[in-house]
């Protein structure tokens, strides 16, 4: 048999070959797992490769502690998972970010008389065709990887309705570890013709990274 090209030998070394697919697109990244089983048992051992593929939860705060700052910078910007757009155009996050001011405790007399502070969180906003125009069937197909997808990183843990520019004071649905495309669509089944705006799409929104989670 003929020796081993150094390509071969980088390649079958699991840490060297996270390094070359974590420069690989997220779509190229998905798609390298049909390559053969030591691609595909690398990439799901990976937990930087399941963060790139939107599979496993970032947990990386999105800013720094506040320390004494009043009006801290938003920090970095959180990530749409844009396969999942590519892949169903009906679905079109975007970010933005909104000032949120935070109120002391009343309980709390020494907290009441602080100063409030002002901190940026940055929100997930949702347009999704109601259903069952939607293309329900391509996700709810059970071996679906974008089914286990987060729709952004970090994870959007709630999603509220909004119709004529109105959010719902209660999510549609929460989800503590993050909401997956899969937790999308199968919520969305259960939603009423009401909730559907004029533009014959639900629209949805929600904190993504919000300050009061950091450490």
């Not at 003929?2 to 840490?15: D, F, G, K, R």
């Not at 720094?64 to 169903?88: Q, V, Y």
């Not at 679905?91 to 940026?120: C, F, G, K, M, Q």
């Not at 974008?146 to 719902?168: D, G, T």
Request: with cysteine; charged share 20%; aromatic share 6%.
């Amino acid at each position: 048999m003929a020796a081993p090209t150094p390509m071969h030998q980088v390649l079958q070394l699991p840490e060297l070959l996270e390094i070359v697919l974590l420069n690989l697109s997220q779509r190229d990244l998905l798609l390298s797992q049909r390559t053969n089983t030591h691609f595909r048992s690398t990439i799901a051992s990976s937990p930087k490769l399941q963060r790139a593929l939107f599979l496993l939860a970032d947990t990386t705060p999105l800013q720094p502690p506040f320390a004494n700052t009043l009006t801290p910078h938003p920090g970095r910007k959180p990530e749409n998972n844009r396969l999942l757009i590519k892949a169903f155009p009906g679905v079109l996050p975007t970010t933005s970010h909104d000032l949120i001011r935070t109120i002391p405790s009343a309980s709390n007399p020494r907290e009441s008389h602080s100063p409030t502070i002002d901190y940026y969180a940055w929100s997930l906003s949702i347009s999704f065709p109601s259903l069952p125009s939607g293309p329900a069937s391509a996700v709810l197909e059970p071996t679906a990887s974008w089914r286990r997808m987060y729709l952004c990183q970090p994870p959007c843990k709630a999603l509220h309705h909004v119709k004529r520019w109105r959010r719902s004071k209660k999510p549609a649905f929460e989800r503590q570890e993050g909401i997956t495309m899969g937790d999308f669509v199968d919520e969305a089944i259960g939603w009423g013709e009401g909730l559907v705006s004029s533009d014959g799409d639900w629209h949805l929104e929600g904190i993504v990274g919000c300050a009061e989670d950091e450490p």
